[in-house]
C-alpha cells in the first residue's frame, strides 16, 4: 500500500472533542471518523488493525475448540421475551418495528440467539462441552458515548457462548477460556491487562470477571488490595466497614441545620466528621416509586449493587412536593410508607449519627440505627473505598485505579437454558438443563485500549502484532534516481517477503513524510534517501525510538526481518502457555 | 474439526417450507437456522463457507487496488437525507429512532456513507482514482423473503466505492472491475455467471450490470438474444414492438361485454387475437395518486420501468368507487382527469384495438391511439417477451431464462458526490465533483447460488475453492482398534500438511456417515475401515461420484493432495485473466 493512494488524512491539531489520547490519535491519524454520536467509520489503518486482533482472538478461540458460527444483528423480539431481557434492559436495548409491525432488537448479546441455535441439536449429553463464538457487529444504545472507540454504540465484538453438563465443567472450561483471554491481551500487546471479579450485571450468572487495562483513562474503577493481590470492579467488591461503638445513650434530637443541604456543609456547621453522618441517595423505579438509600457520608452508593439487590433498574429521582421527601433532609426516621427504604451496612452497629430529619433544615444528632430503626435490614450496597478493607485478606489494604474494561466472561449458569426450555438427555435418560458461559471482547475497544498505552507524543507505537502494517518504507526525494530505484525495489523485495509494508514515496518534506510515519505507528521504519542510496544503506529504526541504525542496501529484507522477528519475540516472551 | 463435536444437525426430510434445492439442502446439512423471517444464523459449514467466497473478494478487490474499510450498519437518517434518498427509498428501508429520538436508519447499501468517509480529503486529483470496500452486515427490510439464503432480509455483502476524475476513468475501472466480478465467481466454482445490461432502479446513474446465474430457480428474468448474444435483464431490455397497420377508419364503437374484465374472457368473447386488444393495470403513487398504463394485450408492465419513468415508487392500486375508475372495463378514452395516464410503445401504430371503455361491461372495438387520443405520448413501460425483438440486432431473437443475481456493479456519475457536495480541485485549480461508481456482491446469496447449481439428490457438492472443508474423513467402526489407530493419524498427517479436514470417526452405521459426507459435501473423501485398515490401505473417492479407488495407507496425504490440486486445476481453467 501506498501512502499516496490511501484514504484518510492526517494532521496535527488535536480534535477539541477528544477526552483522551488513544481517541484525539485515531482520529489525528485518519483511523476513523465519526458517522454519528458513538458511530464510526474505519478507515484501513483501523481496519487492518482490527483484523490482526481478530484473527489473534480466532486463534485462540479455536486452540478452545470454538466453532466459528454468525448470527443475526436483528433479533426478534420474541427470542428476548423468552428470557425476559426484552422488559428488563434498559434503553441501551435498542427496540424497533418491522415492516410488518414486529418488535425487533439490534442485538448488544447474543445468548437468546446462542440457545435458538443449538437447543434442537444438542439433545443428549455426548453433544457436549461445545463452545460457538462470533465476531460480528452489536450495537448498544448508549446514553453517553465517549473516548473515541472506547465507548461506542456500534461495535464489533467477539462474542462466545460455552454449553456443558455441569457447573464443574463450566468451571474447568472458564479457567481455560480465562487464560486463553490473557493470551489474547499479551499477543495483542497487552500484558498488562488483569482479571478482576465483577459484577454480573444484565447477563446473569454468578461468578464473572473483567479485564482490565489499569489507566487513568479508563471509566471504570478497579479496587486493589496491596496486601493480598485481591482485584475487583468496585461495583463488585463487598464493602467492609468496621464501625467504632457509640456513645451509649445519645437521645435522638432534632436540631435546626440551616443551609445545610450537603454533607459538605453539615460537617462544616455542625463540627462531625463526615464518618459520623448517615447520608440519602434517592431514586427512582421503573414505576417510578422512590427508593432511598442510606449510607455512611464517606461511602458511595454502588447503583450496581442497589440494582441487583432490588432486580430493578434505578434512575435518578425527581422528588416532588406531593412525594413527602424532603431533598437534603432525609433521615431514615420518621420517612413517608410508600417509600422503599434500604440500608448500607456501613451504619450497622454504629450510633451517634447525624442524618437528617425529614423536615426543612432540621437533622437529628444522636442516631442509634439499631434503636431507632429496629426492624431494619442492611445490605451491601456502598462501594469500597481508597484505603477500604479488603474483602479477601481483611486488611486496610485496598487501593482504587482507574481502568478500561477490555473483555469479560460470565459462568451463566442455566439463567438462559432454563429460560428458554434448552434441554438434554442425560446418561441415566433424564432430562437436564446444559450449564453456559459467556465470553467477550470488543475488538474496537482493545485496539484503542493498545493505543491509549502505546503511544508517544508523536503518535501510537503498535506493537508488531497489531500493527496496521509491519514496516514503512520512507523516500525521501523520490526525484532522485538513484533514491526512487533503490525504494521502488525494496518495496517490492519486502512485498515479495511477505512484510506488511507501507510505502510512502510522496514528494513532500522529511518532516511531513516523518510525522505521518509517527501517526501510522509501524514497528519497524526504513528510509531511503539520495544519500543512503548512494552510499549503498538503508536507515533502519524502530518506532519506539530505541534503535535508528544504518544496514547494507542488500541486506535490507534479511535486517527488517530479523527486527521484526525481534519485536514478536518480545511480545511473546509475556504470553502465559495455554491451559489443556 | 470432528463431526461429533460439530453444532447443528442433519437429517433426511425435507422442510415443507424450503421451495429450492440449495434452501432445503443447507437445512438439512446443518448450514443455516432461521431466526426469523428472513433472517438466519449461520452455523460452521455455512460460516466457512463464506469465509472463504470473503477471502476470494477480498484478492479480488485488493488486486484492484481496492482500500478494506468498515463502515456503520445503523446510519444517521440526515445521511440519507444529504442524497435524498431518505424519502425517495421506499419501505425496504428500515428507518427508527434511538434512544435520544434521532432518527436512524438500518444501511442497505452505503454510498452516502462511503461519500462521508472521503469527501473531506480527497480534496486533490492526485488522490484520485481510488476503491474503497467492505464485507459487511446490511439489512433489507424485504416485503417477502424467499428461497433461504437466496433473498434474505440481513445478509453480508461485500460492497465497494470507486472515486475518479472523469468518466473515462470510471469506465476503464468499470471493465477492470466487471473482469474481477467474472473471476470471484468462476474462482468460487461458477463461471456460467454472466454479466448482463440492467436497470439502476434506486442506485441511479446510466449503466450497470448484473451478473446472473441461469436457473429455473432464479427470481429475476433475462433476456438473452440467440441471434446476436445481447443480454440484459428483462426490466432493462427496451421492448420492440411491430405493429401491422390497422384496418383503416373503423370507428370507435361501444360494444356490451358481459362478464368479460379479463383480457382471456374478452379475447373469447369477441374472437380477437390477443394482440388486438390494449389493456390497463392500474397503480397507485406514494400520494395515492392513480395511476393507469396502457400495454398491447399480450405484454406485461414493467413496474421497474414504470418507476424509473414516473420518478416514484408505486403500489398496486386499490380502486375505490369514487375514484370514477371502473376496474376490468378500463380504456384510454373517457378516463377521469385526475389519472396519470401512461401509454407503451406497443400500442403505438396499431388500429382496431378492443379496450375499455370506462364503463360497466362495455368495450370500445375499433380503437385507433393516434386518432382518438392525439395527444398521448407513447414510453418504454412494457417487459421484452419470449421471441420478442432484439434491441441489439433487431432480430426476433430473443428468449428468457430465470436467473440469480449474484454481484451488480452501476456506473453512478455525479449522483451522490454532487448531491453531497463533494469536491475535489482539479489541475487548473478549479473545483470539480468526481464521478463514482459502485460495485456489490452478496456472500450469502453467492454461497446458496453455488449449492443451487452444484448439487445433486444427495446433497451439496462444493467446488473445492469455497467448500467448508476441502477432505472428509470417514472411520467405519472407530471401535476397531487398526481402523481406529489408522485414521486418528491420518487425521493428524492431513492437518500437518494444511489440509482443511473434517473426521467423522462417531459410532454410527456406515450409511449414516455417509449420508451426512454427502450433505457436507468436502470434494474429497477418505475412507478407513477395519478392511482397508487391514490391507493398508485407505478408500478415495470424489462428492461428484466420478472417482473411487483405493490407495495405500503410506501415500494418503499425498494423494489427497494430488485429488485436491487436480480439482483446484479444473476450477482455474475456467478464470479470465485480470484486466490491468
Avoid at 467477539?158 to 481455560?176: I, M, N, P, V
Avoid at 462544616?268 to 431514586?283: G, M, Q, R, S
Amino acid at each position: 500500500m501506498k501512502v499516496d493512494n490511501l484514504i484518510g488524512e492526517r494532521f496535527k491539531e488535536r480534535p477539541s472533542d477528544c477526552t483522551i489520547e488513544s481517541h484525539a490519535l485515531m482520529v489525528r491519524g485518519g483511523y476513523i471518523k465519526q458517522v454519528a454520536n458513538g458511530i464510526y467509520s474505519q478507515l484501513p489503518p483501523m481496519k487492518r488493525i482490527s483484523q490482526k486482533i481478530e484473527r489473534i482472538i480466532r486463534e485462540e478461540m479455536d486452540a478452545l475448540d470454538g466453532q466459528e458460527i454468525l448470527m443475526p444483528v436483528v433479533l426478534p423480539g420474541s427470542l428476548w421475551q423468552e428470557s425476559g431481557r426484552y422488559d428488563s434492559v434498559g434503553s441501551e436495548l435498542l427496540r424497533f418495528c418491522d415492516r410488518s409491525r414486529a418488535q425487533m432488537v439490534l442485538a448488544m448479546t447474543h445468548e437468546e440467539a446462542a440457545v435458538q441455535l443449538v437447543r434442537d441439536s444438542a439433545k443428549t449429553y455426548t453433544r457436549y462441552p461445545f463452545m460457538i463464538y462470533q465476531i460480528q457487529t452489536k450495537f448498544r444504545d448508549e446514553a453517553r458515548p465517549r473516548a473515541g472507540m472506547i465507548r461506542v454504540r456500534e461495535f464489533t465484538m467477539k462474542d462466545a457462548y460455552s454449553f456443558h453438563t455441569s457447573q464443574e465443567d463450566l468451571e474447568r472450561y472458564y479457567a481455560r477460556c480465562l487464560r486463553a483471554y490473557e493470551r489474547i491481551f499479551a499477543r495483542a500487546g497487552l500484558p498488562e491487562v488483569v482479571a478482576v471479579a465483577s459484577d454480573s450485571g444484565m447477563m446473569g450468572g454468578s461468578i464473572s470477571h473483567e479485564f482490565m487495562l489499569l489507566t487513568p483513562a479508563g471509566e471504570d474503577t478497579v479496587a486493589v488490595c496491596r496486601e493480598c493481590g485481591y482485584r475487583a470492579n468496585v461495583e463488585a467488591a463487598a464493602c467492609i466497614v468496621r464501625n467504632e461503638p457509640g456513645q451509649e445513650d445519645e437521645p435522638l434530637t432534632a436540631i435546626p441545620t440551616p443551609h445545610s443541604s450537603t454533607i459538605e456543609e453539615l460537617c462544616t456547621f455542625l463540627h462531625v466528621p463526615v464518618e459520623k453522618t448517615c447520608k440519602a441517595v434517592v431514586y427512582q423505579k421503573p414505576d417510578d416509586g422512590y427508593v432511598i438509600a442510606f449510607v455512611r457520608g464517606d461511602l458511595e452508593i454502588s447503583e450496581s449493587k442497589l440494582t441487583a439487590l432490588l432486580g430493578c433498574e434505578l434512575h435518578p429521582a425527581e422528588i416532588t412536593p406531593e412525594s413527602g421527601i424532603v431533598a437534603g433532609y432525609i433521615g431514615p426516621v420518621g420517612l413517608p410508607e410508600h417509600v422503599t427504604v434500604v440500608l448500607d451496612r456501613s451504619v450497622r452497629g454504629a450510633a451517634g449519627l447525624v442524618t437528617g430529619a425529614n423536615r426543612i433544615e432540621t437533622h437529628y444528632i444522636g442516631f442509634d440505627p439499631a434503636r431507632d430503626c429496629p426492624n431494619a435490614e442492611y445490605h451491601d450496597i456502598a462501594k469500597i473505598k481508597d484505603g477500604g478493607i479488603c474483602p479477601c485478606c481483611k486488611k486496610a489494604g485496598i487501593s482504587l485505579s482507574r481502568g478500561i474494561e477490555v473483555g469479560n466472561i460470565f459462568q451463566l449458569g442455566t439463567k438462559y437454558s432454563k429460560a428458554m426450555g434448552m434441554q438434554y438427555t442425560d446418561e441415566n435418560g433424564n432430562l437436564q438443563t446444559p450449564v453456559m458461559g459467556c465470553y467477550g471482547i470488543g475488538v474496537g475497544r482493545l485496539a484503542a485500549s493498545v493505543c491509549e498505552v502505546r503511544h508517544d507524543e508523536l503518535g501510537p507505537v503498535w506493537p508488531v502484532s497489531v500493527a496496521p502494517w509491519q514496516a514503512e518504507l520512507c523516500c525521501l526525494r523520490a526525484d532522485d534516481p538513484a533514491a526512487r530505484e533503490s525504494a521502488d525495489a525494496l518495496y517490492r523485495e519486502l512485498q515479495n517477503a511477505g512484510i506488511d509494508v507501507l510505502f510512502d514515496d510522496r514528494p513532500v518534506r522529511a518532516g511531513v513524510m516523518f510525522s505521518d510515519a509517527d501517526l501510522f505507528g509501524c514497528p519497524v521504519r526504513i528510509v531511503v534517501s539520495p544519500k543512503t542510496a548512494a552510499a549503498g544503506q538503508i536507515e533502519l529504526s524502530t518506532r519506539d525510538k530505541t534503535l535508528k541504525t544504518n544496514a547494507p542496501r542488500e541486506n535490507a529484507v534479511a535486517a527488517v526481518r530479523e527486527l521484526l522477528a525481534g519485536l514478536a519475540g518480545d511480545l511473546e516472551k509475556h504470553v502465559p502457555s495455554r491451559l489443556e
